[in-house]
């Protein structure tokens, strides 16, 4: 019998909402800094996966996170406005 392990494809991801691939950088930043003062704190390495850091981060995604994703929504919005005003130019 064989048995198949089902892996996500590498382009699943492109159906995800296009605002979460903009907050992710910004997400990771937040990790980093967030791990970065918790060691400042202790004084000694604290990994990105301790729980104080995980709190931290989930802390201050939930208080900017409606903040980040209007921002990047109105990006988006004013990018699809802009490529729709240069691609009519061109159509035929």
Same mark, same amino acid.
Request: proline share 6%.
């Given at each position: 019998m064989r048995r198949y392990i089902l892996y996500p494809q590498p382009h699943s991801?492109? %159906?995800l909402d *296009?605002?979460?691939?903009? @907050?992710?950088p910004v997400i990771k930043k937040?990790? +980093? +800094? @967030?791990?970065?003062? =918790?060691? @400042? %704190?202790r004084g000694c390495?604290?990994?990105? +996966? +301790? *729980?104080?850091? %995980? =709190?931290?981060v989930c802390l201050v995604i939930l208080r900017i996170g409606r903040e980040l994703r209007e921002k990047f929504t109105a990006q988006i919005a004013g990018s699809s406005l802009e490529i729709a005003a240069d691609g009519h130019d061109q159509a035929a």
């Open positions: 991801m492109a %159906r *296009p605002v979460v691939f903009r @907050e992710l937040v990790i +980093d +800094d @967030e791990t970065w003062y =918790e060691g @400042e %704190r390495y604290v990994s990105s +996966d +301790d *729980p104080v850091v %995980r =709190e931290n």
